[in-house]
């Protein structure tokens, strides 16, 4: 937190050249529109007999994370278990799912799935099991980059017929980066060069031992062609879910994860989203990224409307403003005004981004900032005009404007339009373009963009002449 020197003299009704004499009494050299920090300033005001109360202005995230609590433990209900399936390709990812879904999908759920959506759930023994059908641990590693922990279970699938390949271990890896735990499913069993047992042997190379070798890792050997021992797979799922205990308190504001998210033609933005806390309801006011909106519609994994979807429920959720991306964290806030200001302040802070990662390598703007910092001791300018005389007098005029701390160098001047050879050309010199009755020709504006060049356009040179003497002047010492 900081505070201007202006801004805290006029607090005090003190002259501001007072506030930076007992600045320079207590060591510290400032300009009047300096910011100082909070201690800095309470310092000098406790000294002119202030007292100072520093006040937190927490943006609306923070105040966001503050109105996630932890829940207590008695609000806490067991969920059902979220499963990824990953592993190395044509290993039977997709297979499995498909053979899992058909299985355990009862009939008039299954004639109900009119489209697929990116995750299902199963019923087995009473107890449902959530799977998110991302196959590939870069879907996975890509969602855990935005902060999203979706995966409670990963699922390695290995073919008995080809063993531990490349992405099996990048699997394994991914998913033990992501502290989750692993079943290995050994998959195609029913294959006539299928061989369980050297899969296992493999494995222990990876610390992944079978519990009858001593180790504790969980081996199911299937096919999900032949839909071989789908039930074991799912009753050691609910082994696993048992032991880690995973909860959810269903009676709060629901939040979870975008799990992938599309334009449908007909219905606007379209979100299969993961409930992973609290219930999501027709009607809530929801928020992702930057896209928000009322819920509008949900139906859950087989087309059927729903009016709510509690922790670990995967549905389609109709009302958003815009396609938030596939990983990104979803909450439901009570404050629709609350959510606005959120979003405001997202799309603020995602310009304020893009711009600084557009923003031009030198440019008359920041010039005071980048010399300070000691980045720039030359100023480089190439000149374009409609006539010569103007090159020569912009030329003349900006040479002589150097001082002891920025030497002005025109690297280039010449007649015409800014072309792409200038543009590329200020990039490699860092050098900032003027022009006079000039543009950049239209296949220039590509490399305008990727170049990031400040490119300052002019009709007087006057004009041009005084900009740069302000940006100088803000290179010369303060003085006081
Ligand atoms: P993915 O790339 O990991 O999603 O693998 P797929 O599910 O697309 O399967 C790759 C190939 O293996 C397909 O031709 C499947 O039909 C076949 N396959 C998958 N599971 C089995 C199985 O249990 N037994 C046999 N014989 N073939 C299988």
Known sequence: DTITVKTLAEKMRINAGEVIKKLMELGTLATINQEIDADTATIVANEMGFE????????????????????????????PPVVTIMGHVDHGKTSLLDAIRH???????????????????????????????????????AMRARGAKVTDIAIVVIAADDG?????????????????????????????????????????????????????????????????NL????????????????????NRAARGTVIEAELDKGRGPVATVLVQNGTLRVGDFIIAGVAYGKVRAMMDYTGRRVSKAGPSTPVEVLG????????????????????????????????EEEFRLSAPKISLDDLFNQIQEGQVKELN???????????????????????????VNVIHGGV????ESDIMLASASNAIIIGFNVRPVENARNAVETEKVDIRLYRIIYDAIEDIKKAMSGLLEPEY
């Open 52 to 79: 100072v109360q520093v006040k937190v202005e927490l943006d609306k995230e923070a105040q966001l994370m503050m109105k996630e609590p932890e829940d207590d433990a008695e609000n806490l209900r067991w969920r």
């Open 103 to 141: 299985t355990h999908v009862t009939a008039s759920e299954e004639g109900g799935i009119t489209q697929h959506i990116g995750a299902y759930q199963v019923e087995h023994k009473g107890r449902k099991i959530t799977f998110v059908d991302t196959p590939g641990h870069a879907a996975f590693t």
């Open 164 to 228: 531990v390949m490349p992405q099996t271990v990048e699997a394994i890896n991914h998913a033990r980066a992501a502290d989750v735990p692993i079943i290995v499913a050994i998959n195609k069993i029913d294959k006539p060069g299928a061989d369980p047992e050297k899969v296992k042997r493999e494995l222990t190379e990876y610390n992944l031992v079978p519990e009858a070798w001593g180790g504790d890792t969980i081996f199911v050997e299937v096919s999900a062609k032949e839909k071989l």
């Open 231 to 250: 039930p074991e797979l799912l009753e050691m799922i609910l082994l696993v879910a048992e032991v880690g205990e995973f909860k959810a308190n269903p």
């Open 320 to 351: 958003f403003s815009g396609v938030p991306p596939a990983g990104e964290l979803f909450y439901t806030v009570e404050d629709e005004k609350f959510g606005k200001q959120l979003i405001d302040e997202r799309f603020t802070k995602k310009r």
């Open 381 to 407: 300018i190439i000149i374009k005009a409609d006539v010569q005389g103007s090159v020569e007098a912009v030329r003349q005029s900006l040479e002589q404007m150097g001082n002891s701390e920025v030497r």
């Open 416 to 419: 015409g339009a800014i072309t």
